[in-house]
């Protein structure tokens, strides 16, 4: 069964970081393109980042470039996000989700809240 | 930055047919991807690359393009298919994704 499960979300002052990881089993992780996506509190989806299998492409939206980055661990079938300069407006649910467009399994969802 | 325009809110009858649009200049180049997502819940691929349907999606979700348009058809609506819908593909480039709007369809 594949499963992604996210954890390192939690309450964090402006300015400050964060990293997040992604867990996966249940499939060749090391096969799949793997995305970040996130939701602000009432608000609509949007794309984060995503990386090559081999981590050798990373690709950013343009709000949060040199400040997110996304790398992976093939060995420990892991996905992160490290935030740094986090804004209020970082403030979502951070998903991660295998693919690259067909994004056909997602995690349960970790919660960053951005606050003083 | 590339942007895809969806209407806000579609309502629909149980057994009627509800379509959703989706508008960006890429659309003629570029695939379209359609995600559920149902509240408090994690979203669902329901079509990928235009037109195809997921294993375990029902027939009724089907998705076709024209021009710089993509549209999300649900035939036959249930209940069960109350949600927000998102369109999501790339720009030009192929490198930068993007969501549409969003979507909410609402069955009565």
């Known amino acids: 069964e594949v499963q992604l499960v996210e954890s390192g979300g939690g309450l964090v002052q402006p300015g400050g970081s964060l990293r997040l990881s992604c867990a996966a089993s249940g499939f060749s992780f090391n096969n799949y393109w793997m995305s970040w996506v996130r939701q602000a509190p009432g608000k609509g989806l949007e794309w984060v980042a995503n990386?090559?299998?081999?981590?050798?492409?990373?690709n950013y939206v343009d709000s949060v470039k040199g400040r997110l980055t996304i790398s992976r661990d093939n060995a420990k079938k892991s996905l992160y996000l490290q935030m740094n300069s986090l804004r209020a407006e970082d403030t979502a649910i951070y998903y991660c989700?295998?693919?690259?467009?067909?994004?056909?399994?997602w995690g349960q969802g970790t919660l960053v809240t951005v606050s003083s | 930055s590339y942007e895809l325009t969806q209407p806000p809110s579609v309502s629909v009858s149980p057994g009627q047919t509800a379509r959703i649009t989706c508008s960006g200049d890429a659309l003629t180049k570029k695939y379209a991807y359609w995600y559920q997502q149902k509240s408090g819940q994690a979203p669902v691929l329901v079509i990928y690359e235009d037109s195809k349907r997921p294993s375990g999606i029902p027939e009724r979700f089907s998705g076709s393009t024209s021009g710089t348009m993509a549209t999300l058809t649900i035939s036959g609506a249930q209940v069960e298919d109350e949600a927000d819908y998102y369109c999501y593909s790339t720009d030009s480039s192929g490198n930068l994704f993007v969501f549409g709007t969003g979507t909410k369809v609402t069955v009565i």
């Open positions: 989700a295998r693919g690259r467009g067909a994004h056909d399994y």
């Open positions: 990386i090559k299998e081999d981590g050798s492409e990373k």
